[in-house]
C-alpha cells in the first residue's frame, strides 16, 4: 500500500508539470485556434536562457523572471508577425501548423547553434536527493516545489482568467471573435495576452523538469507530448480539462511504470490519446466538439 | 497558346515538344550521371531519389489528400526492419521491399481508421501520438531492432559489371521513375479526383458518390507503401538500421520536404527531397542551422510562395514563355 501512494505522490508531482505544458496548450487552442507545436521548444529556449544567466552568477530568481521573460516575448512575437498576419489572410489548418513547426525548427536550431547540442545541468537550488518521509511515502524537495508550481501557476491562471477584466475580455475573444471586436475589445492584445501566459506556463514547466532532467535541446519534447496528451484526454477547448487530464496522465504513468512495465511508462500517453481521440475526441470534460466526418 | 482540348490531352505527360526535350535530356542526364559524376555525388542522388519516393507519398497523403500526419518516421521504421528481417531471412532484394511496402501499408490502413472520424487538428494530434509510440516499441523491443547493435544489411550484389554503388544507382533510378509514372497516373485517374475531393470539401465529395471510408484508407494504405518502401530503400542505402535514425526529426524532414517542394505536386515532391538533401551537404559545416533553414523555408513558402519551389518553377516558365511581355 504504501508503494501504492509512493507511486501516486510521484504521478502527481510529475502530472502537474505536465499540467503547466497542457495548460499552456489548451489556452492557445482555445483563443486562437492553433494547435501550437512550438510549445516545447518555446520553454527549451527560455530554459537555456536562465541556464546561461545562472552561469554568469545572477540570482536564481532573477534568471527565473528573464526565462519568463523571454518565453512570454517569445510567444507574443510569433503571435503578432507571423500569426495574426496569416490568419488575417485566412489560413488554413495545415497552414497554422506548418506556420508553428517552422517556429518549432527554428527556435531547435537557435538552441543548438548558440548553446550546443550536449546535455548540461541546471544549477537549481532545489535538491531532488533531500527527501522528507510521510508515512512511509518519501517526498523530494523538488517534487514537492514541482506540486507546488503546478497548483500556484494553475491557480494564477484560474484567477487571470476567471476574476479579471482581462480574463473576461479572454474568455469573450475566445467564445466569438467577431462579436468581441464589435464590442470594443482589443483582441489583438487579448491574444497575444494568451499566448504570453501560455508560453510562461510552459516556461515554469521547464525550468522545473530541468534538473531531473538533463538540459538538451529536444528536453522538452517528450514533456511537451505528454502535455498534449493530457490536454487530449481532458478536452482541447476545457483548461479544468487540462488539470484533470494531466493529473490523470501522470498518475496513470507512474502506476504503470510501478506496477507493469518501466519501459512502456512513457508510450503510455499515445496509447491514451489514440483510445481517447476515438471514443471520445472531445475529451473528458470538453464540449463542442460536435462534428463527425 | 497552351490550350488543352481534350482530356487525353490534358493527360498528356509533357504537352510541348521543348518540355519533351527538357525531359529527355533530364533522362538522358540522369542515367549518364555515374559517367561524368564523382561518387559521392551519384550518392547523393541515389539519396534524393530515394526520398522522392518517401515524398511523393506523403503529399498524397498530406497534398493532395488534406490529412496531415505526422507518423512519417513510425512508417520509415516499419519498412526497413521489415525489410532488414526479410532480407535476414533470405528474401531476394525486390521481395524484401514488397513485404517491406505491404506490411507499412497494412499498418497505414490501422492508422488510417481514426481518420474517418477525427478531423484537422486532432488527426495531427493522433498520427504525432502513434509516430512516438512505435519509435518506442522499436527502442525498447531488442527482438524487433536488433539491440543496440541494430540490423546490419547486406548490400546490393554488383550487376552487369557495374561497381555496388552505381549498381545501387541504376536500381533507384528505375524505381523513382516507375512510382513517378504510377503516382501521376494514380493523380490523374479516379482516385486522384476521389483525393482531391475529400481534400477540399469532404461531405460535398462523399455526395457526389465518393466512398469517403474506402479512400482516406486508400489514401493512408498508398502513402504508407510509399514510405514504407523509401525506409526499406534507406535501410538498403545505410546497410545498417538502428531505431534511433527513425526519430521525430525525420518524420518532420519529409513534412518540410512536401511542403518547401510544393503542396500537390509530384514535380514538388522530387524539388523538396533534392532540397532536403541539399541543404544539410552544403551546410556540412554548420549543421546547428539545418532546422533554422528547414523552419525558415517553411515559413517563407506559406507566406510567399504557398506552392513551393514548383510554385517558383511555374512562375519563372511563365514568365519565359511570354517574354518580352508580362
Known sequence: MTSFFQYVFTGLSAGSLYMLVALGIVLIYRSTRVLNFAHGDIATVATFVAFSALSHKYSFLAAFGASLAVGAAVGVAFYLSVLARAQREGANLLGMVILTLGLALIIQGV?????????????????????YTVGGVVISQLSLASLGAGILGSLLLYLLVQKTRLGLAMRATSENLMAAQTLGIPTRLVLSVSWGAASALGVVAGIFLAPALLLDPFFMLDPFLKGFAAAVLGGLNSLPGAVVGALVLGVAESLTGGYLAIHFKNTL????????????????????FKERV | MDLIESYREDLRFARRPIARVLLALLVAGLVALPWFAPDHLVFLATLVALYSIGVMGQNL????????????????????????????????????????????????????????????PYLAIATLGFGVAVYQVFVNFEALSGGRTGLAIAKLKPMFGLSA????????????????????????????????????????????????????LLAFAVSSFYTGVHGALYAQVLGHIDPQIFNLLESLTLFVAVVVGGIASIEGSILGALFVIAV?????????????????????????EPLGLYGGWLKTRLYFRNWPFR
Open chain 2, 61 to 120: 497523403l498530406i497534398g493532395y489528400t488534406g490529412q496531415i500526419s505526422f507518423a512519417q518516421a513510425a512508417f520509415l521504421a516499419i519498412g526497413a526492419f521489415t525489410f532488414g528481417h526479410l532480407r535476414i531471412w533470405g528474401l531476394p532484394f525486390p521481395l524484401a521491399l514488397a513485404g517491406a511496402g505491404a506490411l507499412a501499408a497494412l499498418v497505414g490502413v490501422l492508422v488510417g481508421f481514426p481518420s474517418l472520424r477525427l478531423k484537422g
Open chain 2, 165 to 216: 554503388a552505381h549498381t545501387q544507382y541504376y536500381v533507384y533510378l528505375l524505381l523513382v521513375t516507375a512510382f513517378t509514372l504510377v503516382t501521376y497516373n494514380l493523380v490523374s485517374s479516379y482516385v486522384g479526383r476521389a483525393f482531391v475531393a475529400i481534400r477540399d470539401a469532404d461531405l460535398a465529395a462523399e455526395v457526389n458518390g465518393v466512398n469517403l471510408t474506402r479512400y482516406k
Open chain 1, 269 to 288: 500517453a499515445f496509447g491514451i490519446i489514440i483510445v481517447v481521440l476515438l471514443v471520445r475526441p472531445e475529451g473528458l470534460l470538453g464540449k463542442e
Open chain 1, 111 to 131: 538552441v543548438i547553434w548558440y548553446w550546443g547540442a550536449d546535455p548540461v545541468s541546471l544549477p537549481f537550488p532545489i535538491s531532488d536527493t533531500r527527501t
Open chain 2, 280 to 304: 544539410p551537404k552544403l551546410l556540412a559545416d554548420y549543421r546547428e542551422l539545418v532546422p533554422i533553414i528547414y523552419g525558415l523555408g517553411i515559413l517563407l513558402v506559406l507566406m510567399f
